[in-house]
């Protein structure tokens, strides 16, 4: 094996260890401080506006999120949290510029009746195309 194909080989297999090593983690070092969050799907008293205060955490593991259809009323306000359960996972809600890392938690008040497209925000691994999920406004 000559120079050239020995130096394509070892960066063919670090780029693999560095893609693969995105899930290998139980932890993740970038995220802010942990919010306090009720279990998934559960609601407080109506907030100003008429919604309820709804509090969804989502739980991610290696390649899915324990919730793909999450539906809440147009007024309510929405605390989205998010919980790895392993590996290292991001949750993306474009259309509503939401990016959360482990543990953190975004809050917004649901006042346009549709479907926002979710995903994991963060390179995870084989499965990472199939972590996605709706969030339904209705």
């Given at each position: 094996?000559n120079k050239?194909?020995f ?7 670090l ?10 983690s139980?932890t ?5 401080s942990p919010s306090?969050s009720?279990?998934a799907?559960?609601a407080?008293?109506?907030a ?8 969804i ?6 390649f899915?999120f324990?919730q793909?259809?999450?539906?809440v009323?147009?007024?309510d306000t929405v605390?989205l949290?998010l919980k790895n ?17 482990n543990?953190e938690?975004?809050?917004?008040t649901a006042d346009?009746?549709g479907?926002?497209a979710f995903?994991c ?7 990472h195309d199939?972590m996605?999920?709706?969030i339904?406004?209705?």
């Amino acid at each position: 094996m000559n120079k050239k194909s020995f130096f394509f080989m070892a960066l063919v297999a670090l780029a693999a260890v560095l893609a693969l090593s995105a899930c290998g983690s139980k932890t993740n070092n970038n995220a802010s401080s942990p919010s306090a969050s009720a279990p998934a799907g559960t609601a407080s008293a109506p907030a100003a506006g008429g919604g309820e205060t709804k509090e969804i955490t989502v739980g991610a593991k290696n390649f899915e999120f324990d919730q793909t259809d999450i539906k809440v009323k147009v007024g309510d306000t929405v605390k989205l949290t998010l919980k790895n359960e392993n590996g290292n996972h991001g949750l993306a809600v474009p259309d509503l510029n939401i990016n959360l890392k482990n543990g953190e938690t975004a809050t917004f008040t649901a006042d346009k009746p549709g479907t926002y497209a979710f995903n994991c925000s963060i390179q995870c691994g084989s499965g990472h195309d199939n972590m996605t999920g709706t969030i339904t406004v209705e």
